[in-house]
């Protein structure tokens, strides 16, 4: 069960967990007394300078914590709360259009929240920030953090698409292959996760912690993400347990979800089902019983494979571009190399 400490820690020692997660363990940047050689020095500066922004980003968004604290600074939830906007890797996303910079990155004015409930506080808590900037298609990405480990994604408004109508891609031949009108602008953004250390590291598209830590499980670490096969079977039991307190995938909203859909009478069974292994789950978790954890982690995997069916099957009722895009966003999904950054 996360501690009081993982969820509200230090900010120094935060920065430190998350620059070492993002250079590849801090890239053993540790300076022997006499003889540097430069390509070491040059290391030790970078994760310096990476540490300090890491640490200026944070101290931001320890000030926007809370979701009222985020609408006094200007902040509102993307999605009307009609829609579903619980995002399994991601959480909530909130939106400051004024904070939509420029060419170069600004530290003190994220243009975006993430929100997650972590299931022992009253409230969402704030579980990472995101830089953005509206740019012409063609335009180069924008300075961002020191060295290269700050991953800058493109959403791209793409309209006309077949079966979907609009929807955000990925840039213009993304969208054009998608059958689309591309945009006449794009929003270049890159993320930095707090609170909840992210094992892919600290600018990665997703979070994988997240809903491992949402229902009270250790979450995996940047060594057990090292392992491919690994970290895409602990991505599709954290796609399961978000099955059980509401994370959906994005383009759930385009769905007929309503307690009386098909699609519901077939999922609510089946997250009930995973429900009832998280008490063996959390207990397997305490004792380190990774076998007992292997078992009941398969067991809840084969139940949201079923839901995921059930995604798919009425994405298909719609059209056959709406399923093509849900099997395209499970398959990115369940991706450590890219992460399910698409609307």
Request: proline fraction near 8%; hydrophobic fraction near 40%; charge should be negative.
């Amino acid at each position: 069960m996360p501690t009081a400490a993982v969820l509200q820690p230090h900010r120094r020692l935060l920065v430190s967990i998350l620059v070492c997660s993002g250079i590849s363990g801090c890239v053993h940047a540790h300076v022997r007394s006499g003889n540097v050689d430069a390509p070491a020095n040059r290391t030790t500066v970078l994760v310096a300078l990476q540490r300090a922004q890491l640490d200026s980003a944070i101290a931001v968004a320890l000030e926007l914590a809370s979701p009222l604290a985020a609408r006094r600074a200007g902040f509102h939830r993307i999605a009307p709360p009609s829609v579903p906007d619980l995002s399994p890797l991601m959480g909530e996303h909130w939106i400051n259009e004024r904070n939509l910079g420029g060419e170069s990155l600004d530290l003190t004015r994220p243009a975006y929240l993430m929100f997650y409930p972590l299931g022992n506080t009253p409230e969402q808590t704030l579980v990472g920030t995101a830089y953005g900037t509206v740019q012409l298609p063609e335009a180069q990405l924008p300075a961002g953090f020191a060295g290269n480990d700050d991953e800058w994604h493109i959403h791209l408004p793409c309209t006309g698409v077949p079966g979907v109508s609009t929807l955000l891609a990925e840039g213009v031949e993304d969208c054009r292959a998608l059958g689309g009108e591309p945009g006449t602008n794009r929003i270049a953004m890159v993320h930095v996760w707090i609170n909840i250390p992210n094992p892919d590291g600290p600018f990665a598209h997703d979070n994988p912690a997240l809903p491992y830590v949402a229902v009270g499980l250790t979450p995996p670490t940047a060594d057990d993400m090292a392992d491919l096969e690994r970290a895409q079977w602990l991505r599709a039991l954290g796609l399961a347990l978000s099955e059980t307190y509401g994370a959906v995938p994005r383009l759930s909203s385009r769905l007929e979800l309503h307690p009386d859909s098909t699609f519901a009478r077939t999922a609510a069974p089946l997250r009930e089902q995973i429900r009832r292994l998280l008490p063996r789950m959390r207990l397997a978790d305490r004792n380190g019983d990774a076998a007992e954890f292997e078992r009941l982690g398969d067991r809840a995997i084969a139940e949201w494979q079923h839901i995921r069916e059930a995604y798919l099957d009425a994405a298909l009722a719609r059209s056959r571009e709406l399923r093509s895009l849900f099997q395209r966003w499970f398959e990115a999904a369940l991706d450590p190399m890219h992460g399910s950054k698409m609307d």
